[in-house]
């Protein structure tokens, strides 16, 4: 009877700060794509597919130093931060993910402008594409599982469940920092924005406050 290999557990495990930056509208515009281009890319890799990779590597260039990079997790960035290093800093590190959306949104109609003229009818899709956020802090373990060191815990749970809020449905479209109770308390940010809660089956009840990233707006 075969052996299965058991993963090894590291000891380290601390508190965290973990975000999730999510591309808005990524699926509708690479289906636009697959119907303008096919499915085989024949002539060659659509310009759409470089345009997210500029997309996500402008999320990328902007959470770091700050925020270790985790994972792409398609058209999501997971990085993370110590608490440690973050705590009390609610001021700066808004202003610095409200810098990534600036850059991000420069990238995104730059490109959206050099589409027009494109004789594809997917890529000017690129300027309905939009960013949103989840900051979230809790406990996290790292563990080896063959090659790859993974996040696991609760904490890794909730912040992945909340890409999937009723956020849009509350206040609106635009684009939005949703920051954890948990995570507005560590940052001292817990008067920002307004409050906003989320409830699911597997980790009930979460409750935050929501963010604008445009500047200018609460």
């Avoid at 515009?29 to 096919?38: D, K, R, T």
């Avoid at 594409?129 to 696991?152: A, F, N």
């Amino acid at each position: 009877m075969a052996m299965i290999e058991s993963t090894q557990v590291n000891p380290e495990a601390g508190d965290q700060y973990l975000l999730l930056a999510d591309i808005s509208g990524y699926t509708a515009f690479l289906a636009s794509v697959e119907q303008a281009h096919g499915v085989d890319f024949s002539d060659g890799i659509p310009a759409g597919y470089s345009v997210l990779g500029e997309l996500l590597g402008s999320v990328i260039d902007g959470v770091e130093p700050e925020f270790a990079v985790a994972k792409l997790e398609g058209d999501a960035v997971f990085a993370v931060a110590a608490a440690a290093d973050l705590d009390d800093r609610g001021d700066e590190t808004l202003v610095r993910l409200r810098a990534i959306y600036g850059i991000f949104q420069a990238r995104r109609e730059e490109r959206a402008r050099n589409a027009r003229d494109h004789v594809c009818s997917a890529c000017p899709v690129v300027a309905t594409l939009d960013l949103k956020m989840v900051l979230h802090r809790g406990r996290v373990v790292r563990q080896q599982i063959g090659s790859q060191t993974e996040l696991l815990g609760p904490a890794v749970n909730v912040v992945h469940r909340l890409l999937k809020n009723n956020v849009h449905a509350h206040l609106g479209n635009r684009p939005y920092l949703l920051i954890t109770d948990a995570a507005a308390t560590g940052l001292h940010l817990g008067e920002s924005g307004v409050a906003h809660s989320e409830s699911y089956a597997d980790v009930g009840d979460v409750h935050g406050r929501v963010v604008s990233l445009a500047t200018g707006r609460a």
